[in-house]
């Protein structure tokens, strides 16, 4: 193994440019040497690359830069170089690791300095002198494919390069002629009928077409060249050759969920990953842990009985301290502690802040309104740059799953915030800052618009969300049963029958009427429902409303959403009956043209009701109990509310009287007459 330092020179070399037979093809294959590309920081997996550099992290079990050399050697190349910079030292240490365990040729070409793909390709060259064709794989791509394919395809060419492309899969601005020539790599996001892989080869005369600057893509060696005539040629993978782009964190979590599932062909390491992966996730379910949606499973593991894990990768030696729900992160090894109270003195993780790229003494930390759940948020601010931090307490699973829920309605076409970034060990998370101007808080106007476009949104959910939730093993709350509905109920009778109005036997004017009540609900089929769709849940950014405070999603009945929705006690003078009506029609016409069918309309006052006496209880609680006043105000809307719903169902006089009672004492307690 050799290294080089920063700065370097290329020869120049030029090679035949016609087409090869078949002779000469197998000939020129001794002529073709690899360089994996692996120099880079990794900053959108950050924290995780704040620990280990990228090329070193496991993806099933095994080093990213372990697993792209060993592709490279089944192909018998001459040599492989690997550009390294960020902790170069480490990489280093574990490139000499691994050629001496191997007996592979790997030689370090180290940067000081990031010269990104072109100039690292340029530097790095200098050391397979003898190389006329480089092969290029990038450490964060995992890709089964056979690369002999590749090589023949150009060779036979006699492209000045040939890239590997990834049709329907990932940003897709690659264009190509019908011949196969690549026509344009910037198509506008989505536009383009391909993916630039990551895996190429080119002949060493490429480098003539990188500009002068030393920091430079590759990219815009082979633009130069197709300006210049000179022939860059794409070939697809096919639909069944697996290709993933590690880049993201998202990415990184995910890639092990979709390879499990894959038939690998051409990645002999690969497959044995693969099916370790398989014997340590058998392992752990039967020692009582429940595995579900994507998990990534290091060495010497200490999971507890009873803990839940989806989509979660965890390395070496990662030891949980609880049986509790971790999802949607990546546990970088050792003993995670236990979570710290969510309380005032509650700061972000350090780890957010480098993360983010924020300095310390230049970002503010404003506190936001106190939150039930057991959640503390506050906005970071820096240099015109903002996000929300939240910290939580992972005692309650509806807080552990709510960035996987935030994953999962984003790919389902919601429009919820964005979560940049979530530390799973430290039970925090922040996001995409969508602003204060809530639903609730909007004008008339404004607050109509969302309503329907929240219906839309939420018809989406309720028709395509249900296989995908099953399909995922999404982990959402407890579903909606007999239990559940009666919990609700118990929830009124105690918070706002008995610790406000000091009047529990109220209730037995309702009882007969909520038994058909909530078994009319019980009959319904049932959806992934948001479970707290009210406006005060609704943040309009530039004219569009984005759903937030999801983390309670659970299996429902539809209209319950709907009921949460119109009979708000948060805008209880906006919700005319004649807009009500509107917006269900909204909701149901959605429904319909995503290939639903809609519940029937008279369940819409009693899911209503059933809503209600949960947010009037949860009023009741949250102001008697947890001093929350902001929660008083809301108390006597939704009694009227109750009384509207309980009217317009026609078929519940029961709980009608119990409305209007209970609203005629709340009244002058709350100093109203």
Request: hydrophobic share 40%.
């Amino acid at each position: 193994m050799a290294a080089t330092g920063g700065g370097c020179r290329f020869r120049r070399y030029v090679t035949d440019r016609g087409g090869m037979g078949r002779g000469a093809i197998e000939t020129a294959m001794a002529t073709i040497s690899g360089f994996i590309l692996a120099a880079g920081e990794g900053r959108r997996l950050r924290p995780a690359t704040l620990v280990r550099p990228k090329a070193l992290l496991p993806f099933c079990g095994v080093p990213l830069l372990e697993l792209a050399a060993s592709q490279l050697y089944t192909l018998e190349l001459q040599g492989i170089a690997v550009n390294v910079s960020y902790q170069g030292e480490r990489v280093y240490e574990a490139a000499q690791r691994l050629a001496s365990r191997k007996g592979w040729d790997l030689r370090l070409s180290q940067e000081e300095h990031l010269l990104d793909t072109g100039g690292g390709l340029r530097c790095g060259a200098r050391l397979l002198p003898d190389a006329e064709h480089i092969l290029v794989h990038n450490v964060d791509t995992v890709l089964d494919f056979d690369l002999r394919r590749l090589l023949r395809a150009h060779l036979a060419s006699g492209a000045l390069a040939t890239l590997l492309l990834v049709p329907d899969k990932g940003p897709c601005t690659v264009d190509t002629e019908a011949d196969g020539r690549i026509r344009n790599f910037r198509r506008p996001h989505g536009q383009g009928r391909y993916t630039f892989s990551g895996v190429h080869i080119f002949r060493r005369d490429t480098l003539e077409y990188l500009p002068a600057d030393p920091v430079c893509s590759i990219i815009r060696a082979y633009e130069h060249a197709l300006a210049s005539g000179a022939p860059v040629l794409g070939l697809p993978v096919e639909e069944q050759d697996y290709w993933a782009d590690l880049g993201t964190a998202s990415q990184y979590i995910r890639a092990h969920g979709e390879i499990a599932d894959c038939a690998l062909r051409f990645h002999p390491a690969m497959q044995r990953a693969q099916a370790e992966q398989a014997r340590r996730r058998g392992e752990l379910e039967l020692r009582g842990v429940q595995c579900t949606g994507a998990l990534g499973l290091g060495i010497g593991l200490g999971v507890p009985a009873g803990a839940h894990l989806h989509n979660v990768v965890l390395w070496d030696y990662t030891r949980l301290p609880r049986p509790l729900l971790y999802a949607d992160g990546i546990f970088v090894g050792d003993d995670v502690p236990p979570a710290k109270p969510v309380d005032d003195d509650r700061q972000p993780d350090p780890r957010i802040l480098d993360a983010l790229g924020m300095q310390r003494d230049q970002t503010r930390v404003t506190l936001l309104q106190k939150q039930g759940s057991g959640r503390k948020y506050c906005r970071l601010t820096s240099g015109g740059t903002s996000w929300v931090w939240c910290a939580y307490n992972p005692e309650r699973r509806e807080n552990a799953g709510y960035a996987a829920i935030a994953d999962f309605l984003r790919r389902l076409g919601l429009r919820v915030p964005e979560v940049a970034l979530h530390l799973p060990d430290a039970c925090e998370l922040v996001s995409r800052d969508l602003g204060q101007h809530v639903l609730v808080r909007a004008n008339g106007a404004d607050r109509a618009q969302g309503l329907f476009q929240v219906a839309e949104q939420i018809a989406r959910l309720h028709v395509l969300g249900d296989q995908a939730a099953r399909l995922e093993e999404l982990p959402l709350q407890r579903g909606f049963t007999k239990g559940l509905y009666d919990w609700e109920r118990d929830y009124f009778r105690q918070h706002l029958l008995g610790a406000f109005l000091a009047r529990p036997d109220l209730w037995g004017l309702a009882a007969r009427d909520y038994c058909r009540l909530r078994d009319a609900l019980l009959r319904q089929p049932l959806v992934p429902i948001h479970r707290d769709l009210q406006s005060a849940n609704v943040i309009m950014v530039d004219g569009e409303a984005f759903l937030i405070d999801f983390q309670g999603m659970r299996l429902g009945c539809a209209a319950y959403d709907l009921g949460a929705l119109l009979y708000d006690p948060y805008q209880e003078h906006l919700l005319t009956p004649e807009l009500r009506r509107q917006v269900w029609a909204h909701y149901t016409r959605a429904v319909r043209e995503l290939g639903g069918t809609p519940p029937p309309e008279a369940l819409l006052p009693a899911a209503a009701l059933q809503r209600l006496m949960q947010a009037l209880g949860a009023y009741g609680k949250l102001w008697l109990s947890d001093g929350l006043e902001w929660y008083r105000p809301f108390l006597l809307p939704g009694l009227r509310l109750m009384q509207a719903a309980a009217a317009e169902a026609r078929t519940y006089p029961g709980i009608a009287a119990l409305a209007r009672t209970a609203l005629d004492m709340a009244m002058p307690k709350l100093g109203e007459t």
